[in-house]
């Protein structure tokens, strides 16, 4: 699979494309987070 994304992107390209994907996977978490906070506390009634 690192032989394909060489291929069609090149050296230089790759580690842009690892920054990108590390930090688009480091957003979701932070909004996974961010909807369970919420649920996890109770509201009195």
Do not use: H, W
């Not at 580690?15 to 979701?28: R, V």
Request: glycine share 12%; net charge positive; no cysteine.
């Amino acid at each position: 699979m690192l032989v394909i994304l060489l291929l069609f992107f090149g050296g230089k390209k790759i580690p842009e494309l690892m920054k990108g994907l590390g930090s688009g996977i480091k957003e979701f978490k932070d909004a996974v987070k961010e909807e369970e906070k919420p649920s996890t506390k109770e509201e009195p009634k």
